[in-house]
């Protein structure tokens, strides 16, 4: 490819793994190539085992599956069980950190309210009341209303779906046969229909997705990040590094990797208490750093230092700098394991769903979450003394980021300008230009998409047009690592009209310099932040959140999670930018569905856009389609 | 004319059945669920190679005047008589590498031991009783075909004539052609 621009840091931790002769995730995408048009078409169905069953997209072979299905069925029953996927491991994820917290409020785990104005808010929108009540007795309630959402069969609507979720958009759901009651039993209700002799109407299966989506969005996400920001507060803006720079050679380096900061936040607090053994063990400190989305959940929340998004996790073990990775959930490499045993790495699961041949386990659960995390935390000790006086090779690249821009942050930053109408400020420069739009980018990253520094290289083309970038995730990661949330870039890389307004925000928020252009709003669950201050937005302008002057991006696609947050996003009528091409193109009614027919369904598109700029020129159009209608 | 194998390069989708037809008829159970669990394990001669947005199968192309039979020294590298296919011989093969050398298509390859040369035989067991070779066999979306050279010329003919006559083909893309546009442009 000649337009080739691998960012520094991957090149530099390459040159670390293939100078110790490791084979990374790229040689092995190498070797994989090219990957088979049937699986990447959607067309290949392994559902039963008449099959596998695969139709010839060119018309010569079979043009259906041996069942009689269509390839418009297939790809469609195909993308319904990538939802299911992503749904899953979201509401998994929420269930989880619901339960941990009906046990902290009951004394059988040790955890504390530390998001008390969550509470209150919440108390608010669920009509529960507060007055001269104790916290953890409002809590209770919002517990209860959480459970009973796992456990009804009365068909009745989900709690948090239709308390949390906007009313204009509820009444296009329920028009539409979208609205949910207990996100189980439709997870199994999507996984029976895409067995073998059920649902075998593309459209019918593509309401599905469209309702999976949902699922993932108002239960997976907002009800996930509503009880963490109960659990662990809600963030706070705090300035971090990002990239592996963030490795100290004389430190106890303790990875934090997965998705639950129901592991993380007790590895930090433990971290804290053990400081004296490492000392002890010759270490100058222990330095928790935060990789992938649990990272991200501590730095938001604590100012943790970011040092490898996904695509580079094994890298960083190949630094032989770390002494421990302990991961929890969803995204961890079974690689991880195998680097980590070629040096004194202790690589620690936790989670009895996701256990790795030649790990460690230390079983983490919150009842017992003390013991674990200390336990956790002595084994990196144990392994930096292992460790200590051997050669590592950290690459010292990192840069400075911004982080913890919750809607909360975010609108006390906004109420030093117009204390009375904080939203105020922001609609005003939308109205008039300075702000242009808004894109949520969001989702993974993806060593397919490395080499011409996708997200990286798309931001920027958004930022020079005046675009606001809010991101989540591993695309969080890859704009902190190249210095995009940082004063320097609202210099060099935005529009006149933009870099004015993060200026004025900047001086609002006491910084030295403008507020960073890109926004770090969390981990990949926190993308119901990013749906929360776009429902702001839209409910002080009383417009419906498909109106905004606002697109979705995942730009490098790898978990079935993004799948179904985008298709959360299309539900609310907002239009997606996609790389990789979604697993559709061999079901053509399908692939128009969701490229413009959705439109007029929903008010919203699926884009696929492979190369940064061809994306952000979309992106941009459609946000002035978007301002035209609204007549700015 | 004896059939040969030839290739329509822009229907390969990168499936590899061929490769897995290939290895499993040079196996000694010849079925899939034995040969994965055979020692050595069974070698394919066919090659799924990658080129941009589009993918090829590549083998041996059973040349008629085969620069590797020229360039074999011990006549390991020979031609069947019967099935008119070229073929090496494994008592014969020295392992000196010349036919890997001199083949422009990199249709010979190494024995997993390294020491014989292995080639696409075109599957001799197979066309006795009538049957396509493995690979084309296999192929789901007929990028392999078994035909002579003149009913491969044939259906070319017919095809530009049709087209000629009655217009192009549809204009309407069909999903490997959008994939393949898009990856164009990354």
Not at chain 1, 54 to 61: E, Q, S, V
Not at chain 2, 123 to 134: D, F, I, K, L, V
Not at chain 2, 165 to 182: F, H, K, Q, Y
Request: glycine share 8%; with cysteine; net charge negative.
């Amino acid at each position: 490819m000649d337009n080739t621009i691998l960012p520094v840091i991957e090149t530099a931790l390459l040159k670390v793994a293939h100078d110790k002769g490791f084979a990374t995730a790229r040689d092995r995408l190498e070797v994989m190539s090219p990957q088979c048009g049937f699986g990447e078409l959607g067309t290949c169905c392994r559902i039963c085992y008449m099959g596998p069953c695969r139709i010839d997209p060119f018309g010569n072979g079979p043009k259906t599956g041996v069942c009689g299905l269509s390839p418009d069925a297939m790809v469609a029953r195909n993308l319904l069980r990538d939802t299911v996927g992503g749904t899953a491991s979201h509401v998994g994820h929420a269930r989880h950190v619901l339960l941990t917290l009906r046990d902290a409020l009951n004394g059988k785990a040790p955890y504390q309210i530390k998001g008390v104005s969550k509470v209150m808010a919440l108390a608010r929108t669920f009509g529960v009341p507060t007055e001269g009540r104790e916290v953890n007795d409002i809590c209770r309630d919002l517990v209860n209303i959480a459970l009973e959402d796992f456990g009804r069969q009365d068909e009745l609507p989900n709690n948090w779906l239709s308390k949390r979720a906007p009313a204009a958009e509820q009444a296009l759901w329920s028009d539409l046969g979208l609205m949910y009651s207990n996100p189980h039993n439709e997870i199994e209700t999507a996984m029976h229909a895409t067995s073998m002799g059920n649902d075998a109407d593309p459209v019918s299966l593509m309401l599905r997705v469209l309702k999976m989506s949902l699922i993932d969005g108002w239960t997976g996400l907002t009800l996930c990040v509503d009880l963490q920001d109960i659990l662990f507060g809600v963030p706070e803006i705090a300035v971090t590094e990002a990239a592996v720079g963030v490795l100290e050679e004389n430190s106890v380096n303790l990875a934090a990797h997965g998705h639950n900061p129901v592991l993380s936040e007790k590895i930090l607090e433990w971290a804290e208490k053990l400081e004296g053994e490492a000392l002890a063990a010759g270490a100058e400190r222990i330095n928790v750093v935060g990789v992938c989305c649990t990272g991200n959940e501590l730095s938001m929340r604590h100012g943790v230092k970011l040092a490898a998004h996904n695509s580079q996790t094994e890298l960083i073990l190949a630094t032989g700098a770390v002494d421990a990775m302990v991961v929890d959930i969803q995204c961890i490499w079974p690689q991880l394991a195998q680097v980590a045993k070629c040096f004194d790495t202790a690589f620690i699961t936790t989670d009895a769903m996701v256990r790795i041949p030649d790990a460690r386990h230390i079983p983490f659960e919150p009842h017992h979450a003390d013991e674990s995390a200390r336990q956790i935390v002595q084994a990196a000790i144990d392994a930096f003394r292992r460790r200590r006086g051997k050669p590592v090779d950290i690459p010292q690249h990192k840069s400075t980021a911004v982080a913890g821009l919750s809607v909360e942050a975010i609108i006390d930053l906004l109420s030093k300008l117009d204390a009375e109408d904080p939203l105020k400020p922001v609609l005003d420069n939308v109205a008039n230009g300075n702000i242009f739009g808004f894109v949520g980018v969001v989702g993974c990253s993806s060593i397919k998409f490395r080499d011409n520094a996708m997200t990286e290289e798309m931001v920027k083309h958004l930022l020079r047009q005046n675009v606001l970038v809010l991101t989540t995730g591993c695309t969080a990661h890859i704009c902190a690592q190249d210095g995009l949330m940082t004063s320097e870039a609202t210099y060099r890389y935005c529009g006149d009209g933009l870099k004015a307004v993060l200026e004025v925000l900047g001086k609002a928020a006491g910084l030295d310099g403008p507020l960073p252009p890109v926004w770090h709003m969390g981990a990949c669950v926190d993308n119901s932040r990013i749906v929360d201050l776009m429902v702001a937005l839209a409910e002080r302008l009383g417009v419906k959140v498909g109106q905004l002057p606002a697109v979705g991006s995942a730009p490098e696609l790898v978990q079935e999670k993004a799948v179904s947050i985008g298709g959360s996003f299309l539900a609310l009528g907002v239009s997606c930018h996609i790389a990789p091409a979604p697993r559709i193109l061999g079901g053509p009614m399908v692939t128009k569905l969701l490229t413009e027919d959705l439109q007029e369904l929903i008010g919203a598109v699926v884009r696929v856009e492979l190369e940064p700029k061809g994306a952000a020129d979309w992106m941009v159009a459609h946000i002035a389609e978007k301002r035209a209608a609204l007549g700015i | 004319m004896s059939r040969t194998i030839f290739t329509v390069a822009e229907r390969c989708v990168a499936c590899k059945s061929c490769e897995i037809a290939c290895a499993v008829e040079h196996s000694q159970s010849k079925t899939l669920a034995g040969a994965i669990l055979e020692t050595p394990p069974p070698q394919r001669r066919i090659s799924v190679e990658g080129v941009g947005a589009y993918s090829y199968p590549s083998r041996c192309q059973h040349c008629s005047d085969a620069a590797c039979m020229t360039a074999c020294p011990t006549g390991a590298m020979q031609r069947d008589g019967g099935t008119d296919k070229v073929f090496s011989d494994h008592d014969k093969c020295i392992g000196c590498w010349m036919c890997v050398v001199v083949c422009p298509f990199g249709g010979v390859t190494a024995d997993p031991a390294g020491k014989k040369a292995v080639k696409c035989d075109g599957c001799p067991e197979r066309t006795a009783r009538g049957e396509a070779p493995a690979c084309v066999a296999a192929c789901p979306t007929d990028t392999l075909l078994y035909l002579t050279p003149e009913e491969f010329a044939a259906q070319r003919r017919q095809a530009t004539a049709h087209a000629a006559v009655c217009g192009g083909e549809s204009a309407t893309p069909n999903g490997m052609d959008i994939l393949r546009s898009l990856k164009r442009t990354h």
